[in-house]
């Protein structure tokens, strides 16, 4: 059995002191939109240099230290729901050594113990005055490959600046822009409070589990061309995938109506476009109904996603920052939370993809495999989380539903034809007894 070991616990801290007059870090107000303390996550690497153990952490160390100057906010702690305190305390940063060999490991991972590559163990708590930013675990195997677990605040970081923040580390990018401050100014917690009524209407009791489904490239390309019509030309994986899951979810519950919500960034779809390299949650939810009388095919149901995503262009943006901005987000999170009331199936999805992850090189190899977590427990709402395969053009689907969902979803033929459930994520001309067993 795998077994991981606390070896250490320190903090990192910037190479360079923050200024004075950066020692507090305003949050933006989109930063409210998000409940989850974390989106956590884990890289995978394995040992193909043998390179040693202590070289690599060491590296780890050095290299984040020097990123943390520039991103000083993830050194700091949480002042109040508004502002960090940017005081230089560190990243709290634990090293672990893991009884096991990585391609065992991967050979078929169990969901439920990725868990404990990570910092911070779920449940997680609600993050407070005083707490830490930025929690990350180094954990070693036995043959010197590496699985790097992070637990950053979801309330500083979207998907997008968890990117830049890793690009950074690995020596990709320079400097981030703090300014989503800017953009979107916070005076309050309004828009949280807003949100926490429509939030309440999508979580409920139940015995919440996890499972993986991977879409090849090729099954992938397969949706496309089922779900091309005049009206619907290029379809993007993501809409795709996001559309067939939705299809196969309420493919049971063809009387009730159904909403689908996305995560959007925001950053490519303002005019200008605003900087990629924005730390803080440029995002907002797009939603894409049916209700019992829409049409079940999959290309009506491409079609109604694309809609509700291209909804919030440059236009919308605009509104967005308005003094327009504030109706428009109420009236937008409430008729979510109305149709969800109403008795409607919801079904939360985020795409992870695009966010360049797989290059995310150290010194010491790109990553074998990353990863989402198991979400596991009695009250929870049903999401899914869309990331990138190594190949890149595939896709993994996590998605976390009830068990008796699930029981039905994986039970779901016209699923299985076009993807695997929990597959091992190494590549197939990987013998088991590779290169990853070297020390």
């Excluded at 409070?193 to 009791?205: G, I, L, N």
Aim: positive net charge.
């Amino acid at each position: 059995m795998m077994k991981v070991q606390v070896i250490s616990r320190e903090n990192i801290q910037p190479s360079s002191p923050t200024p004075n007059h950066l020692k507090k870090f305003n949050l933006c107000l989109l930063d409210q939109l998000i409940p989850a303390p974390y989106a956590p996550i884990v890289l995978f690497y394995p040992n193909l240099d043998d390179v040693k153990a202590r070289e690599k952490s060491a590296l780890l160390k050095k290299s984040l230290a020097v990123t943390l100057s520039s991103f000083y906010p993830l050194a700091g702690r949480f002042k109040d729901e508004l502002s960090i305190d940017c005081n230089d305390q560190g990243v709290n940063y634990v090293t672990t050594n893991v009884k096991c060999h990585l391609i065992d490991f991967l050979h078929e991972p169990n969901l439920e113990s990725i868990s404990q590559f990570l910092p911070c163990q779920p449940p997680f708590k609600e993050l407070g005055a005083g707490d830490c930013v930025t929690n990350i675990q180094i954990n070693v195997f036995e043959c010197g490959g590496i699985a790097i677990g992070l637990c950053i605040a979801h309330k500083v970081l979207d998907g997008a600046g968890l990117s830049t923040f890793l690009k950074s580390w690995a020596g990709l990018v320079q400097c981030p822009n703090l300014l989503a401050n800017y953009f979107f100014p916070a005076e309050s917690l309004w828009l949280r409070d807003t949100c926490m009524t429509m939030w309440s209407s999508m979580f409920k009791k139940g015995n919440f589990v996890t499972k993986r489904f991977v879409f090849s490239a090729s099954a992938i390309d397969n949706l496309k061309v089922m779900s091309t019509r005049p009206y619907i030309k290029y379809p993007t994986k993501v809409e795709v995938v996001s559309s067939f899951m939705w299809k196969c979810l309420v493919s049971n519950k063809r009387s009730t109506s159904s909403l689908l919500t996305h995560i959007v960034n925001l950053r490519k779809r303002a005019a200008p476009a605003l900087p990629e390299n924005i730390l803080g949650n440029l995002i907002w939810l797009s939603s894409a109904k049916k209700t019992a009388k829409h049409d079940m095919e999959l290309p009506d149901l491409v079609n109604q996603v694309r809609k509700s995503i291209s909804r919030i262009d440059d236009h919308y943006v605009k509104m967005l920052r308005s003094d327009e901005g504030c109706s428009l987000m109420r009236k937008s999170l409430k008729e979510i939370g109305d149709f969800c009331t109403k008795g409607a199936s919801h079904y939360g999805f985020s795409s992870w993809c695009k966010f360049g992850i797989y290059d995310i090189d150290f010194g010491f190899g790109k990553p074998i495999w990353v990863s989402s977590i198991s979400s596991r427990c009695s009250f929870f709402m049903n999401l899914v989380i869309l990331m990138e395969t190594r190949c890149v053009d595939g896709i993994e689907a996590w998605v976390t539903l009830d068990e008796e969902e699930m029981n039905m979803l994986v039970g779901c033929q016209e699923l299985l034809v076009f993807a695997s459930v929990d597959p091992s994520p190494l590549p197939l001309y990987l013998p088991r007894s590779g290169r990853l067993h070297t020390r």
